[in-house]
């Protein structure tokens, strides 16, 4: 079971405002801060007509917002709410959500309020993408954190957690975390965390890996098999038995990438076999590299079961391609008492090894894409609550490193690049399996933002973060050169030429309009998001948070647990 601390994050505002200005903002940041306070306690030091000007006057001259509000309503007939779905309002307050009412408990605005009605559109939790590889800073050429939190904000995504790989150095000390940090500092447009990595170098490092996640990553990731990235090599099960021993104690997850290169390749004599044929890339992978990589995990797993050694800890599988046997090992420990999740992402969902056509190496990832039955039962687990949620891995590159011309899928990089299009591929392809938008909030929103820690994020409820999508589920629209993409090299995504149902018509994150129909905010706003334990009665920083709350399944919607949860919110801390 995880148990997941109370784990706050230390989230520092980055807005772009110049010096001169910053003596006012200090000021209206106090009063703001007290107006938070006074707002908790019923104590309403200012008017709301105050606050609606000094709000006004910092977003215009912020450009974090395309709407200069601070006190609004969201107005629409279908609002997914974690008790389903409503037609009626959210209220924003700043940064948060402050009410959610059904059409017939609403009872209009007050004076200085404004009403945006999206009518017919879906209003649902920004999605949480725990999985995207940005890699920034070293290879921003690849990515970068503006053009791919622009494509996040883009494609609804409202909070992506970075993978500690593929940017220059891996996030695997203090001091790449850092770096990251510094490379993030006002160039995020949507909410951004950062995983750190577990490797060989500091997994029996117990201090190492204690400074990096008292630095502030939400948990480690780390690879079975080699990442295809030099200074991020693989571990074994004793450095991931040992990571799990640390990250017990601060209640925080291990991501794995659960493949282990078996011999399978040997049988192969690769100068016979045709490198541009996706089926000599899939044969190179099998299922059974993902099995005997969750076979090996599930030594260490059991020490998360209540009682274990590494109690508290949590591994999470990413990118489940094998619907088959390595899914039978994951269901088997978790009914065991393992502390065990598990994602696939949209391209294992859309697509299959049949249609990839040779020399189509947009398609190359790892674990790879299999045959459509494959397909139809990862459709299956997902639908019947085996795998938990869902993820991009956005893992892009530049296009002369995936060979298009060439073609050779033996030799390209392999990574999906698709982090823009999540929403509508997972929604275009799940129509025929009955997807619902309650279904598509939990995937994408409420449980990744539960393993990233984020108890204010992922669903539209009272006392969370603003950070919302607005939507379109029946506009369909082609992605052509015409279609609007920002992520930084379309042309090596898979997605492109597909017709897909879902528009995003806007993006909040934290209150701020970030994106409408095409634009985006001028500045770059998302704030960073560090972990932090925190004791909240004294306030100081502690490795074992105070508040427990031992749930759980974390993935359960325990009322009593919410109502704690709901108490200890008013303690939480931002600067
Ligand atoms: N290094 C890296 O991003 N690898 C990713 N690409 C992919 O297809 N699977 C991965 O794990
Ligand atoms: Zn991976
Ligand atoms: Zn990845």
Redo the contacts with the bound molecule.
Sequence with gaps: MFVFGKQDCARSDRFSVEASYSAFVGTYRALMLYHALALNTQRRGFSELKWTFLFAIEVSRSGCSLLPHYHYWIKSKRIVTPDGIISGAVEVKGKFITSVVTENDWRGTSKGEQVIDYGEAVVMPGLVDVHA?LDDPGRADWEGFPSGTKAAAAGGITTLID?P??SFPSTTSTESLELKIKAAEKNIYVDVGFWGGLVPENAFNSSALEALLEAGVLGLKS?MCP???ND?PMTNANHIKEGLLVLAKYRRPLLV?A?IQLDSESHLDLNTEDARSYSTYLKTRPPAWEEAAIRELLTVTKDTRIGGSAEGAHLHI??LSDASSSLDLIKEAKVNGDSLSVETCPHYLAFTAEEIEDGDTRF?????IRDASNREKLWDALMGGHIDMLSS?H?PTVPELKLLSDGNFLRA????SGLQFVLPVTWSYGKKYGVTLEQLALWWSERPAKIAGQKLKGAIASGNFADIVIWDPSAEFDLTNEYPVYIKHPSISAYMGRRLAGKVFATFVGGNLVYKEGKHAAAACGVQILAKNMNKLTGLFIKRPLYIFRSMDYLSKDKAKETKFHTARRFVVRN
């Excluded at 190359?364 to 790879?368: E, I, L, S, T, V």
């Design positions: 590889h993978m790989l593929n690879f990442s295809g990235i991020f990438h493949e990413v990118h190359k990832c790892a674990p790879p891995d893992s990089w392999g990574g999906i």
